[in-house]
């Protein structure tokens, strides 16, 4: 969400270019963290690094050019990026699905039918997303950047359902 926001606001993308060396840096300092070189992160702490690692690293692309955007804003990344969520939502059904009609079987991989399978699964997997993604997503994408975004106005009063009078004046 962080990387969304600073590239919808002028100031905060503009304030991130000048600082892009050292959130370089510290992008570097969260890898070696991670990787455990100088100092390893308590694994409660881990997922939380691994999360602002991503998210510089979307963010990234848009304050530079270079090798680094190039390669991350190709056609054929945007595209896999594109069918990556229902791909994950459809990997494991038609997973479990696959294995359970041809082998008869909770999904495994210890014969080549099972790598014949797994491979079917990819195929029919990446299939369904690319369906989805044109028939069913473009159409929700398309209303969306119909619609036109625009600040909330600080004058206007918001109710919170249950609340008592007075609890969201502020």
């Not at 990997?91 to 079917?120: C, E, K, Y």
């Not at 159409?139 to 106005?153: E, N, S, V």
């Amino acid at each position: 969400m962080m990387p969304a926001m600073a590239v919808r606001n002028p100031d905060t993308l503009a304030l991130a270019r000048r600082w892009r060396r050292w959130l370089d840096l510290l992008a570097l300092l969260l890898v070696v963290t991670l990787t455990g070189v100088i100092w390893r992160a308590p694994w409660t702490i881990q997922y939380s690094f691994v999360a602002a690692g991503c998210a510089y690293a979307i963010l990234r692309i848009y304050i530079s050019d270079g090798l680094y955007r190039r390669l991350l804003s190709g056609k054929w990344i945007v595209s896999a990026g594109l069918v990556s969520y229902p791909l994950y939502m459809y990997h494991q059904a038609v997973n479990g699905l696959m294995h359970g009609f041809v082998a008869g079987q909770v999904p495994t991989l210890v014969s080549w039918r099972d790598l014949g399978i797994a491979t079917a699964v990819v195929f029919v997997s990446v299939g369904l997303a690319t369906i989805s993604t044109v028939y069913f997503e473009s159409f929700f994408r398309r209303l969306g950047r119909k619609l036109k975004y625009a600040p909330a106005d600080p004058s206007k009063k918001v109710s919170v359902i249950g609340a008592s009078p007075g609890a969201a004046t502020g």
